[in-house]
C-alpha cells in the first residue's frame, strides 16, 4: 500500500491543522493507521492511531483532548486535525499502515513520505 501524506505548514501557537493521509494500491479498510512525528535531534514517537473500524483510538499523552484521528475507508483517507497547537508539536508527521495495532512505529509496515508541521510561538 502506497501512503501520501499532505496538510501540514506553518501556523502560530493555538491554531489548527489538519493533515490528510492517502491511501492506495490496497484497501485501506484492511490496516490499523497510525500517525507519528519527528523532530529534529528526536526519536520518532507515537502520535495516534485508529483500528480498521475507527471504533478504537489511541493517543499519546502529549496530545490527548487536542488532536483527533479519524478515517473514511469510502476515501481511503485518514485524518489528523490538530487543535491548540504548541511550539513542541513542531515535527515531521508520518502516517503507517500495518495489521497489528500497536503504538510501536517498529511494527508498522507502510509509511508515508512526511509532512512539516512547524508552529511558531
Known amino acids: 500500500v502506497q501512503l501520501q501524506a499532505s496538510g501540514g505548514g506553518l501556523v502560530q501557537a493555538g491554531g489548527s491543522l489538519r493533515l490528510s493521509c492517502v491511501a492506495s494500491?490496497?484497501?485501506?479498510?484492511?490496516?490499523?493507521m497510525g500517525w507519528f512525528r519527528q523532530a529534529p535531534g528526536k526519536e520518532r514517537e507515537f502520535v495516534a492511531a485508529?483500528?480498521?473500524?475507527?471504533?478504537?483510538?489511541q493517543y499519546a499523552d502529549s496530545v490527548k483532548g487536542r488532536f483527533t484521528i479519524s478515517r473514511d475507508n469510502a476515501k481511503n483517507t485518514v485524518y489528523l486535525q490538530m487543535n491548540s497547537l504548541k511550539s513542541e508539536d513542531t515535527a515531521l508527521y508520518y502516517c503507517a499502515a500495518d495489521r497489528s495495532y500497536t503504538r510501536n512505529y517498529s511494527w508498522y509496515s507502510y509509511w508515508g513520505q512526511g509532512t512539516q508541521v512547524t508552529v511558531s510561538s
Open positions: 494500491g490496497r484497501t485501506v479498510s484492511s490496516y490499523v
Open positions: 485508529i483500528n480498521q473500524s475507527g471504533g478504537s483510538l
